[in-house]
Nanobody, 126 residues
Framework: QVQLVESGGGLVQAGGSLRLACAASGRTDRWNFMGWFRQAPGKEREFVAA????????YYADSVKGRFTMSRDDAKNTVYLQMNNLKPEDTAVYYC???????????????????WGQGTQVTVSS
């Protein structure tokens, strides 16, 4: 059984930092990509960052480039999202996702991922 569990969300002032974690269990050896997405109230879920499993190749949304960094710890089967210089528009529920069928052509697409965590709330106050 595949399970993704996010943690690290919370309330922070604009300009502050948070680090999200996503602990994965199950057949993680089959996955080739893990990603972070977010969904604000009334908006569609959007791509934030992705990392190719087993490498350091990363992808970022333009809105977070230079502020967010995604990394992984293979030994812990955990990926992280370090979020710096947070802005009120970063407020959303952040979801971790994984799959074995993601390609380098679609790591930013929600439809490419079949496994999702329950989400963690990030609120940035102005």
């Amino acid at each position: 059984q595949v399970q993704l569990v996010e943690s690290g969300g919370g309330l922070v002032q604009a300009g502050g930092s948070l680090r999200l974690a996503c602990a994965a269990s199950g057949r993680t050896d089959r996955w080739n990509f893990m990603g972070w997405f977010r969904q604000a109230p009334g908006k569609e879920r959007e791509f934030v960052a992705a990392i190719r499993w087993g490498s350091s190749v990363t992808y970022y949304a333009d809105s977070v480039k230079g502020r967010f960094t995604m990394s992984r710890d293979d030994a812990k089967n955990t990926v992280y999202l370090q979020m710096n210089n947070l802005k009120p528009e970063d407020t959303a529920v952040y979801y971790c996702a994984a799959d074995q069928s993601v390609t380098s052509n679609n790591p930013t697409r929600t439809y490419a991922y079949n496994y999702w965590g329950q989400g963690t709330q990030v609120t940035v106050s102005s």
